[in-house]
C-alpha cells in the first residue's frame, strides 16, 4: 500500500514541526507551503491524500483555498488549523468545504489528535468515494435496464415484483404501477400445466437458476411464446435477496 501524502500549508515554521513531530511514526510523505498559491501549486502536482491548512496566510486565508478547490473533482479533504480560538471562523471553514476544524496549541498540545483527525478525514473520504462508485453503477445500470430491449423484472424473495423495466411493461402490458407487489404468476398462460410450473419452481429452487420457453398471458389476454431466464440473487452469507428475470419474445419467423 502506498504511504498517504499530507500537504500542510502553514507560514509559521514553529506549527509546521510540531505537525512534523506529530505525524513522524506514521510513515506518510509530509509536503509543505507557505502560502495559498504554493500551497495550491503542490496540491495540483502532487495529489496530496490530505490538506492540513493553516486558516491565514501570507497572501489570504484557509477560505480563499478553499474556494479554489471547491468545484475540483476528487479534491482531497481539508482540516484547517488556526490560532484563533473563533467560533466564526469554524462555521465558515466549514461552510467552504473544511471536513474539520481545530485551535493550535502554542505548546503544540493539538498535534496529539492530528493522527487521529487525519486517519478520520481520510475513512471518511474513502466511504464517500466508495459511495459515489456505487451510485454511478446504480445509475448505469439503471440506464442500461430503460433502454435494452429485453424485459428485466426482479422479485423480492418470496416473488412480489419489486420493478419492472420498460421492456417488460411493453411487453406484459401492465405498466410498472400496476405490476409492483404482484407475482409474475399473473401471466401464466393456461397453455402449461401445473406439473410445468412445479418443475421450473424446483429447478429455481435447487439450482438457482431456469431457462426456457413458455406462454406469456398479457393484460390484455393476447398470449406469446418467449424465452425466459430466472436467476437467484444470494447475499455473502448466501440467503436469498432477489430473483431476476429476463423475458424476451420470441418472433413467429423464430418459430418455424
Given at each position: 500500500?502506498n504511504p498517504k501524502?499530507?500537504?500542510?500549508?502553514?507560514?509559521?515554521?514553529?506549527?509546521?514541526?510540531?505537525?512534523q513531530?506529530?505525524?513522524?511514526?506514521?510513515?506518510?510523505?509530509?509536503?509543505?507551503?507557505?502560502?495559498?498559491s504554493?500551497?495550491?501549486?503542490?496540491?495540483?502536482?502532487?495529489?496530496?491524500?490530505?490538506?492540513?491548512?493553516?486558516?491565514?496566510?501570507?497572501d489570504?486565508?484557509g477560505i480563499?483555498?478553499?474556494?479554489?478547490?471547491?468545484?475540483?473533482?476528487?479534491?482531497?479533504?481539508v482540516?484547517?488549523?488556526?490560532?484563533?480560538n473563533?467560533?466564526?471562523?469554524?462555521?465558515?471553514?466549514?461552510?467552504?468545504?473544511?471536513v474539520?476544524?481545530?485551535?493550535?496549541?502554542?505548546?503544540?498540545?493539538?498535534?496529539?489528535?492530528?493522527?487521529?483527525?487525519?486517519?478520520r478525514?481520510?475513512?471518511?473520504?474513502?466511504?464517500?468515494v466508495?459511495?459515489?462508485?456505487?451510485?454511478?453503477?446504480?445509475?448505469?445500470?439503471?440506464?442500461?435496464?430503460r433502454?435494452?430491449?429485453?424485459?428485466?423484472?426482479?422479485?423480492?424473495?418470496?416473488?412480489n415484483i419489486?420493478?419492472a423495466n420498460?421492456?417488460?411493461?411493453?411487453l406484459?402490458?401492465?405498466?410498472?404501477?400496476?405490476?409492483h407487489?404482484?407475482?409474475?404468476?399473473?401471466?401464466?398462460?393456461?397453455?402449461?400445466?401445473?406439473?410445468?410450473f412445479?418443475?421450473m419452481?424446483?429447478?429455481v429452487?435447487?439450482?438457482?437458476?431456469?431457462?426456457?420457453?413458455l406462454w406469456?398471458?398479457r393484460?390484455?389476454?393476447?398470449?406469446?411464446l418467449?424465452?425466459?431466464?430466472?436467476?437467484?440473487?444470494r447475499n455473502?452469507?448466501?440467503?436469498?435477496?432477489s430473483?431476476i428475470?429476463v423475458?424476451?419474445?420470441?418472433?413467429?419467423?423464430?418459430?418455424?
Amino acid at each position: 500500500m502506498n504511504p498517504k501524502t499530507v500537504l500542510i500549508v502553514d507560514d509559521n515554521e514553529h506549527d509546521r514541526i510540531i505537525c512534523q513531530r506529530a505525524l513522524a511514526e506514521t510513515g506518510w510523505q509530509l509536503i509543505e507551503a507557505a502560502t495559498v498559491s504554493s500551497g495550491l501549486a503542490l496540491l495540483a502536482t502532487s495529489k496530496p491524500d490530505v490538506v492540513l491548512l493553516d486558516f491565514r496566510l501570507p497572501d489570504g486565508t484557509g477560505i480563499d483555498f478553499l474556494s479554489k478547490i471547491a468545484d475540483t473533482a476528487n479534491s482531497p479533504p481539508v482540516i484547517v488549523l488556526t490560532g484563533a480560538n473563533d467560533v466564526s471562523i469554524a462555521v465558515e471553514a466549514m461552510k467552504a468545504g473544511a471536513v474539520d476544524f481545530y485551535v493550535k496549541d502554542m505548546f503544540g498540545a493539538h498535534g496529539k489528535i492530528l493522527k487521529w483527525a487525519i486517519r478520520r478525514a481520510l475513512h471518511e473520504s474513502e466511504a464517500r468515494v466508495t459511495a459515489s462508485h456505487a451510485e454511478q453503477e446504480i445509475r448505469l445500470a439503471k440506464s442500461v435496464l430503460r433502454h435494452i430491449t429485453d424485459g428485466v423484472v426482479v422479485t423480492d424473495p418470496l416473488g412480489n415484483i419489486v420493478s419492472a423495466n420498460p421492456a417488460y411493461c411493453a411487453l406484459t402490458g401492465y405498466t410498472a404501477e400496476q405490476l409492483h407487489n404482484e407475482n409474475p404468476k399473473i401471466l401464466r398462460s393456461e397453455r402449461h400445466d401445473a406439473g410445468f410450473f412445479k418443475a421450473m419452481s424446483e429447478a429455481v429452487s435447487q439450482t438457482d437458476f431456469w431457462q426456457g420457453k413458455l406462454w406469456i398471458r398479457r393484460q390484455d389476454g393476447e398470449e406469446f411464446l418467449a424465452n425466459l431466464t430466472i436467476s437467484a440473487i444470494r447475499n455473502d452469507i448466501n440467503v436469498l435477496e432477489s430473483h431476476i428475470g429476463v423475458l424476451n419474445r420470441i418472433t413467429e419467423s423464430s418459430q418455424s
